[in-house]
């Protein structure tokens, strides 16, 4: 069984930044792709950043240059930094595992206010 705990989520005003985290309960950390997507009130969920295993990344238009994704083999963690967070950045996010199957963490929530 593959647990998935993200960590980081609040309330930032715009402008601000958040770094999330989400670990991995499982040594298959390094050898799987990792994503962050979120989903907003009223909105399906959709991709925010990928990262394989090799290290190559992935992210949506609406946060090139402003999220970094980035993970640490070693403590089996995946994390988000996102800067110059904006109102509609608002949402609940979620951390994704893909290994043989596609696997969530429970999701932890930002808070964007302007």
Known sequence: QVQLVESGGGLV????????SCACSRSIFS?????????APGKQREL???ITSGGSTNYADSV????TIS???AKSTVY???NNLKPEDTAVY???LVFTGNYW???????VSS
């Open 13 to 20: 005003q715009a402008g601000g930044s958040l770094r999330l």
């Open 71 to 73: 993970r640490d083999n």
């Open 80 to 82: 988000l930094q996102m």
């Open 105 to 111: 963490g429970q999701g932890t929530q930002v808070t």
């Open 64 to 67: 090139k240059g402003r999220f």
């Open 94 to 96: 979620y951390c994704n």
């Open 31 to 39: 050898i799987a792709d990792m994503g962050w997507y979120r989903q």
């Open 48 to 50: 925010v950043a990928t």
